[in-house]
């Protein structure tokens, strides 16, 4: 496993805590503005799966999604985060 702390991915990270207390909060705008935060970031540190993933999640909050795409959506962004820990 990779020290997360002293890697890019910290700021993937700190983006995705951000998103998840957004989403906690019901806070839609904010949460998509996570959610292109950690795609930009993660197309800077070539995460492929987490930019792709973090897009997908960005497009849904954007549109007219249900709340089980949307969970499906965060729960694709959690295991590409958990992959790029490995």
């Known amino acids: ?29 904010e949460a998509r503005h996570r959610a292109r935060m950690i795609e930009t970031l993660a197309a800077i540190y070539d995460l492929d799966a987490v930019r792709s993933a973090a897009h997908r999640l960005e497009v849904d909050l954007g549109g007219r999604s249900s709340e089980q795409q949307l969970k499906s959506a965060l729960e694709t962004l959690s295991l590409a985060l958990d992959q790029a820990l490995e």
């Not at 997360?4 to 906690?24: C, G, K, W």
């Open 1 to 29: 496993m990779k020290d997360a702390d002293a890697s890019p991915l910290a700021e993937v990270l700190h983006e995705a805590d951000a998103l998840r207390q957004a989403v906690v909060d019901r806070d839609l705008a």
